[in-house]
C-alpha cells in the first residue's frame, strides 16, 4: 500500500473524539473508466475490513481497538452511475477519483501532524476562469424552462464549473473552507496529487438513531432581515423545495420499512455563511437488511441538485452543462460501525495538480428567471473563493490542517 501523510483526520462527519488518533490502514480509488458497480465496490471494501455495512440494521458497536471507519467520497459521475444514469460531461479534474475509500485505524498515540513541504512555496490563487459565461449560463436556463413547458421534467438543477491556478499547498486553503459558517460537512480528504475541501451544509444521506435521514435544501435568499422574509413569502421557493422534498421521500421510501417515511420538518431557514437557506428534514426506518450499496443507489445522485424526475433530470444536465461536476453534487463524509453520515458536496471546491477548481448552482423551474439564477449561482461561490484567498499577509497559508 502506498504511504499517506499522517495529518489530522479533517474528514467530514469522522468522530471527533477520534480524530487525533487514526492512522491510515487502507483505500480504494476508482475511475468511471474501471468499469463495475461502484456502489458494490464500497460495500465490499468495507465489509472486508471488519464494518458490516452489508446490513445496516444489524447493531454495531465503536471498536476502539481497531479499524474506527472509513471516509467516503462519491463523485456526481460515480452518484450518476449508481443510478443507472449518464454521468454527464468529462470531468475538468480528471486527476481526482469518481470514488475514494479510506480506512481509519486507531493508534494508541496522537497522530503527528505534517510540517508544510518545503518545496510548497507561498499559497497563492490567479483569477477564476468560468468554464461557460453568464450569458450561456443563461441561456442554459433558458433551456431548462423550455424542456419543463415540454413536459419532460419538472425541475433541474443546473450547475457551473469555474476553474483558477495556484501555486503552494492547497490543503490549508481547503481546510479553511471546511470551516465556513454553517457547514455542518465541514473537512478535507486528499489523495496522490488531489484534495478536497467541504462546506456543505446538507445531509445526503445518514443512519441516526435506527432512521434513515435525508434533510435536502432547496431556496435561498441574502442573509439579512428582508432576506429571510422575502424566502419565507416565495411561492415559487415553497413550490421547487416541496417538489424535491417528495422526491427525498421517493428516494427513501425504496430502501425502507413500508409506510414508514415521514417529513419531520418542512421549510426551515437556516444560515450559511451570508446566505439564509430552506431546509427540511425526511427520515424513514431502513427495510430488513438494508446494505450500503443499496442505499447508495437509492440517494445517488442527491435530489436537490439534480432535479425532478430524477433520471430525466439528469439526461438534461448532461445535455446543458459544458463540463462535469467532479468534486461537486456528491457526497463525502463517514462511515463507522453503525453509522452513516454523508454530506452532498455543494460548497465544495477541489485542487488537482495546477488548479483549483468550483461548483455553483441552482435549481430551475418554469417560474426561473435566467439572470437572476446567474446571481444566486455567484452569491454561493462568493464564499467558497474568499476561503481559499487569504488576507494579503496572512499566515494561515503556512499552517497544514
Known amino acids: 500500500m502506498e504511504a499517506f501523510s499522517l495529518t489530522r483526520v479533517d474528514v467530514p462527519a469522522a468522530p471527533t473524539a477520534c480524530r487525533d488518533n487514526l492512522t491510515e490502514r487502507d483505500r480504494l480509488h476508482w475511475r468511471l473508466r474501471d468499469g463495475g458497480d461502484p456502489a458494490r465496490l464500497v460495500e465490499e471494501f468495507l465489509t472486508a475490513h471488519g464494518l458490516d455495512v452489508d446490513d445496516l440494521t444489524r447493531p454495531a458497536a465503536h471498536n476502539p481497538g481497531g479499524v474506527c471507519g472509513a471516509a467516503v467520497y462519491v463523485s456526481a459521475a460515480a452518484g450518476a452511475v449508481m443510478a443507472a444514469a449518464t454521468p454527464g460531461a468529462p470531468t475538468p479534474a480528471p486527476t481526482l477519483p469518481d470514488l475514494a475509500v479510506v480506512v481509519y485505524a486507531h493508534t494508541p498515540t496522537p497522530t503527528p501532524t505534517a510540517a508544510p513541504a518545503p518545496t510548497a512555496g507561498p499559497w497563492r490563487v490567479g483569477d477564476w476562469t468560468p468554464s461557460w459565461s453568464t450569458r450561456q449560463h443563461a441561456d442554459a436556463v433558458t433551456a431548462v424552462r423550455a424542456a419543463i413547458g415540454r413536459g419532460d421534467v419538472y425541475q433541474v438543477n443546473l450547475v457551473g464549473h469555474a476553474a483558477a491556478p495556484y501555486t503552494g499547498d492547497p490543503r490549508p486553503a481547503l481546510a479553511r473552507l471546511g470551516r465556513l459558517p454553517g457547514a455542518r460537512y465541514g473537512g478535507t480528504l486528499h489523495g496522490p496529487g488531489w484534495a478536497i475541501g467541504c462546506a456543505s451544509p446538507e445531509t445526503l444521506i445518514a ?195
Open 207 to 401: 443512519v441516526e438513531g435506527g432512521r434513515l435521514v435525508t434533510r435536502p435544501i432547496k431556496g435561498t435568499r441574502p442573509a439579512t432581515a428582508a432576506g429571510r422574509a422575502e424566502l419565507l413569502a416565495s411561492a415559487k421557493e415553497r413550490a421547487e423545495h416541496i417538489m424535491i422534498v417528495d422526491l427525498e421521500r421517493n428516494d427513501l421510501a425504496r430502501v425502507a420499512a413500508t409506510g414508514t417515511v415521514t417529513v419531520d420538518e418542512l421549510f426551515a431557514v437556516r444560515r450559511w455563511c451570508d446566505l439564509w437557506q430552506a431546509e427540511s428534514t425526511v427520515s424513514a426506518t431502513p427495510a430488513d437488511g438494508l446494505g450500503l450499496a443499496d442505499l447508495l443507489r437509492a440517494v445517488c445522485p442527491g435530489g436537490s441538485v439534480t432535479g425532478a424526475p430524477k433520471l430525466a433530470a439528469l439526461d438534461v444536465v448532461a445535455a446543458r452543462e459544458p463540463v462535469g461536476r467532479g468534486a461537486s453534487m456528491g457526497a463525502l463524509g463517514w462511515v463507522g460501525a453503525g453509522r452513516v453520515d454523508l454530506g452532498l458536496t455543494i460548497r465544495t471546491a477541489a485542487a488537482d495538480g495546477h488548479l483549483l477548481h468550483g461548483w455553483a448552482g441552482g435549481g430551475i423551474t418554469w417560474d426561473s428567471d435566467p439572470d437572476a439564477e446567474v446571481a444566486e449561482a455567484a452569491a454561493k461561490a462568493r464564499p467558497v473563493r474568499a476561503a481559499l484567498t487569504p488576507a494579503p499577509g496572512s499566515r494561515a497559508d503556512s499552517l497544514l490542517p
